[in-house]
């Protein structure tokens, strides 16, 4: 089991690992979809030092934020009408700091998985 902290690597490859899976369709995800998910984290990583659980933990982390940025990101994009997906991500970060009161440390993953962030 884990304790070490996650590394920006091994969220992206989480998120990529995640969108893989949940394309996968059920009948060929043997054992469900996060051993699923823990395959294809190990087989893009190599690693093998991150439980089922831990996967599925640090995924709701990034997956919270990814949600709160989404909406965030959403606000601008209809109010900027014309400015390009560059201009728009820019002022969606800092009006996500100036919201959260942080960065937004999880544009790749974002950019990953956003279809996937409806509830």
Known sequence: ???????????????????????????????????????DFTAHTG???RTVDALSSQFRVIRFDCQGFE??????????????EDDTLQI???NYRHQVGRDFKHVSEWQTIRLFLID
């Open 1 to 39: 089991m884990a304790n070490n902290s996650w590394t920006a690597e091994e969220d992206l490859a989480l998120c990529e690992s995640y969108v893989e899976a949940v394309c996968t369709p059920p009948r060929r995800r043997q054992g469900g979809l996060w051993r699923k998910v823990m395959q």
């Open 47 to 49: 690693l093998h030092n």
């Open 71 to 84: 909406h965030i990101h959403n606000e601008v994009e209809y109010l900027a009408g014309d400015h390009d």
């Open 92 to 94: 969606a970060l800092i």
